[in-house]
C-alpha cells in the first residue's frame, strides 16, 4: 500500500473519519450518561424529600427525632449529602448529622407549580452538590424541606465511564481501520490485476488485456482494447500510405534523373540532375522518419538488446577486419530493450558503425541497467580509441546531415536518425571522452522485463 494510492487514500481517510466519528460518539455517550445520572440524583432527591415529609406528617413534629432518613451518607459529614428541615422564618428546626458545623449557601432560584426548585452549588467544602427544596405545609405549619447529593461522585463515575468508552472505541477504531485497509486491499485486486495485464500488453507478452473484471472496471479493459486494436489499424495505414508514397515518387524522379542524364551538359540537365538527387535524399529522409514513427509507436514489443549487440558486434568485425571489439557481456539480470527491435538495430548499428570509422583497431561495448524517475532504463556504452570529440563538437555533431570530416563516407544522418529513434522510445544520447582515448556513446532506452543470456 504505497503513498498516493487510492488504497492509501481510503485507508487513512477512513481512519481519520473513524477518529472523528469515535471520539465524538465517546464524548455523545458521556453526555448522555452524565444526564442519565444526574437525572437519577435528582429522582433520588425527590424521593428522599417525599420521605421527610411522609415522616413529618406521621410524627405531626418536624423536630421529631424519629425524622431520618436511612442512607448512611447523610450521617457523614463534608459528604456531599445533607438534609434540613426550616420553618416559614427561615429558623432550622431539623438536620442531618452531616449538616452539623456547616451551613448551606441559600438558593435564589424560584419555585415552579409544585412549590419544588432546583440548583447545584458548592458546600463549604468544595463539594458540589444538587439541591431539592419543597415548599410544604404540615398540619398548617408552612415548612422548606431541603435534600442536597453528592454531585462530585457522579463527575467521578463519568469520568471512569469516559475513560473506559475512549479505550473501548479505540479498539473499535483500530479494529475498523483494519478491516477498512484489507476491504480496500480486496477491493482494489481488480484495479492491481487491469494494471498487470495492460503491464503484459506492454512488456509484449499478450497482444490485448485479458482476464474478467467488475461491472466498474469492464468497461475500461474493453476501451482499452478497442485502442490497441484502432492503433495497430492506424499504424497500418500509416505504413501503408507510406509505401504508396514511396512507390509513387520514386517513379517521377526516376524519369527526370533519365531525362536530364541526356541533356546532363545543359545548365538545366545540371540543375535538374541536382535538385532530383535532394528531392531523392528528402524524400528517403522523411520516409524513414515515417517508418520509424510508425514502428515504433506499436505497444507491445521488445528485444534481447544481448542478442542483437552480440550480432551487430560479429557483423562490424567481418566488415571491419582491422578493429577488434571488445564485448562485454553483462549478466543474466539485463533486461531487455523495450520496442522494435529493428530500431535497436539501427540505433546500436549506426553508433558501431561511427566507432569502426573512426577508431584506430579498439572499441570497447559494454551494457548495464539502471534505475530513473521514467522507471527501469537499458544502458549501451560503445566506445573507441579514435580522435574523439569535443564537448562543442559533440552537441554539433548531433545535428541534422552536420559531419566534421566530409572525407569520411556517409551522409552525415546516422546520429541524427539515432536521436530522432532516441526521443521517439523517451530515451537519451549523450556521447562523452571514452577512457581509451575516443569517443563514448551512452544509450539510454527504456526496459522491458528481464531477459536472459541464452543466445550467442
Known amino acids: 500500500m504505497q503513498k498516493g494510492s487510492i488504497a492509501f487514500s481510503l485507508v487513512w481517510l477512513s481512519a481519520a473519519w473513524l477518529v472523528v466519528a469515535l471520539v465524538a460518539t465517546a464524548f455523545l455517550l458521556t453526555e448522555l450518561y452524565s444526564r442519565a445520572l444526574d437525572t437519577s440524583l435528582s429522582e433520588t432527591l425527590d424521593f428522599h424529600v417525599e420521605t421527610l415529609v411522609d415522616l413529618a406528617l406521621v410524627n405531626a413534629d418536624p423536630k421529631s427525632d424519629q425524622i431520618t432518613l436511612g442512607d448512611p451518607r447523610f450521617q457523614r459529614t463534608a459528604s456531599g449529602w445533607y438534609w434540613t428541615i426550616h420553618d416559614a422564618q427561615g429558623a432550622l428546626l431539623n438536620f442531618s448529622d452531616s449538616v452539623i458545623g456547616m451551613v448551606l449557601p441559600p438558593l435564589t432560584?424560584?419555585?415552579?407549580?409544585?412549590?419544588?426548585?432546583?440548583?447545584v452549588i458548592s458546600d463549604p467544602f468544595d463539594t458540589k452538590i444538587r439541591v431539592v427544596e419543597r415548599k410544604v405545609t404540615i398540619n398548617g405549619v408552612p415548612l422548606l424541606v431541603t435534600v442536597t447529593?453528592?454531585?462530585?461522585?457522579?463527575?467521578?463515575?463519568?469520568?471512569?465511564?469516559?475513560?473506559?468508552?475512549?479505550?473501548?472505541l479505540g479498539?473499535?477504531?483500530?479494529?475498523?481501520?483494519?478491516?477498512?485497509?484489507?476491504?480496500?486491499?480486496?477491493?482494489?485486486?481488480?484495479?492491481?490485476?487491469?494494471?498487470?495485464?495492460?503491464e503484459r500488453v506492454r512488456e509484449g507478452e499478450s497482444e490485448t488485456v485479458t482476464g474478467l473484471y467488475p461491472r466498474e472496471l469492464a468497461?475500461?479493459?474493453?476501451?482499452?482494447?478497442?485502442?490497441?486494436?484502432?492503433?495497430?489499424?492506424?499504424?497500418?495505414?500509416?505504413?501503408?500510405?507510406?509505401?504508396?508514397?514511396?512507390?509513387?515518387?520514386?517513379?517521377?524522379?526516376?524519369?527526370?534523373r533519365n531525362e536530364a542524364s541526356l541533356a546532363r551538359e545543359t545548365?538545366?540537365?545540371?540543375?535538374?540532375?541536382?535538385?532530383?538527387?535532394?528531392?531523392?535524399?528528402l524524400v528517403t529522409t522523411y520516409l524513414d522518419r515515417a517508418r520509424i514513427a510508425a514502428r515504433s509507436a506499436v505497444v507491445g514489443k521488445k528485444a534481447d538488446a544481448i542478442h542483437v549487440m552480440l550480432r551487430l558486434a560479429r557483423v562490424m568485425e567481418k566488415l571491419n577486419p582491422r578493429v577488434t571489439i571488445a564485448f562485454v557481456r553483462p549478466d543474466a539480470s539485463l533486461p531487455w530493450f523495450r520496442g522494435d527491435e529493428g530500431d535497436l538495430e539501427e540505433m546500436a548499428g549506426n553508433l558501431l558503425d561511427n566507432a569502426c570509422k573512426w577508431s584506430n583497431g579498439k572499441i570497447g561495448i559494454s551494457m548495464f541497467a539502471e534505475r530513473s524517475p521514467q522507471g527501469s532504463m537499458l544502458l549501451i556504452k560503445v566506445e573507441d580509441d579514435g580522435p574523439g570529440l569535443t564537448e562543442e563538437q559533440a552537441a554539433q555533431v548531433l545535428k541534422r546531415g552536420v559531419r566534421l570530416d566530409e572525407k569520411t563516407p556517409g551522409s552525415g544522418l546516422g546520429l541524427d536518425i539515432v536521436k530522432e529513434l532516441v526521443d521517439v522510445y523517451g530515451g537519451s544520447l549523450q556521447l562523452k571522452r571514452s577512457v581509451l582515448g575516443g569517443l563514448l556513446a551512452e544509450l539510454r532506452l527504456p526496459a522491458a522485463k528481464l531477459g536472459g543470456l541464452g543466445r550467442s
Open 109 to 119: 432560584e424560584s419555585f415552579d407549580a409544585t412549590n419544588t426548585r432546583t440548583a
Open 149 to 168: 447529593g453528592s454531585l462530585d461522585e457522579i463527575l467521578a463515575l463519568v469520568d471512569n465511564f469516559r475513560g473506559q468508552t475512549l479505550i473501548v
Open 171 to 198: 479498539a473499535v477504531g483500530v479494529m475498523l481501520a483494519i478491516m477498512s485497509g484489507i476491504v480496500a486491499r480486496l477491493a482494489l485486486r481488480p484495479i492491481g490485476r487491469l494494471e498487470s495485464a495492460i
Open 219 to 256: 468497461p475500461l479493459a474493453e476501451e482499452v482494447n478497442e485502442l490497441l486494436r484502432s492503433n495497430t489499424q492506424i499504424i497500418e495505414r500509416a505504413r501503408s500510405q507510406v509505401g504508396n508514397l514511396a512507390h509513387g515518387l520514386k517513379t517521377p524522379l526516376a524519369v527526370l
Open 267 to 281: 545548365p538545366l540537365g545540371k540543375v535538374v540532375l541536382s535538385e532530383t538527387d535532394k528531392m531523392s535524399q
